[in-house]
């Protein structure tokens, strides 16, 4: 098991920034690709971001793609999504993810999911 708690949700501004955390604990020894998903209310949760176990390879949806950053340390078990250029229509709620072994866009491939940190983008 993997328990995954984000953190660093909040309101700002259009235009702002802001750092998403997602701390894993439990069976981090094993090699997890980790997400990040968003989702508004009446809609699909859906793909943004997500990192391979060694964080050689970051694979982004369009709508974020040049103002989000996906990393993570290991050291410290977290992954983090740096969001700039923040647009009202990126206001949601950002899940983190994980999978064993390899990457995917895909909501219903991961396993493990964080309760959900809320980002709201003023206009």
């Known amino acids: 098991q993997v328990r995954l708690v984000e953190s660093g949700g909040g309101l700002v501004q259009a235009g702002g920034s802001l750092r998403l955390s997602c701390a894993a604990s439990?069976?981090?020894?094993?090699?997890?690709?980790m997400g990040w998903f968003r989702q508004v209310p009446g809609k699909e949760r859906e793909f943004v971001a997500q990192?391979?176990?060694?964080?050689?390879?970051?694979y982004y949806a369009n709508s974020v793609k040049g103002r989000f950053t996906i990393s993570r340390d290991n050291a410290k078990n977290t992954v983090y999504l740096h969001m700039s250029s923040l647009k009202p229509e990126d206001t949601a709620v950002f899940y983190c993810a994980a999978r064993s072994g390899y990457c995917s866009w895909k909501t219903d491939d991961y396993a493990y999911w964080g309760q959900g940190t809320q980002v709201t983008v003023s206009s």
């Open positions: 990192i391979s176990w060694s964080g050689g390879s970051t």
């Open positions: 439990g069976r981090t020894s094993s090699n997890y690709c």
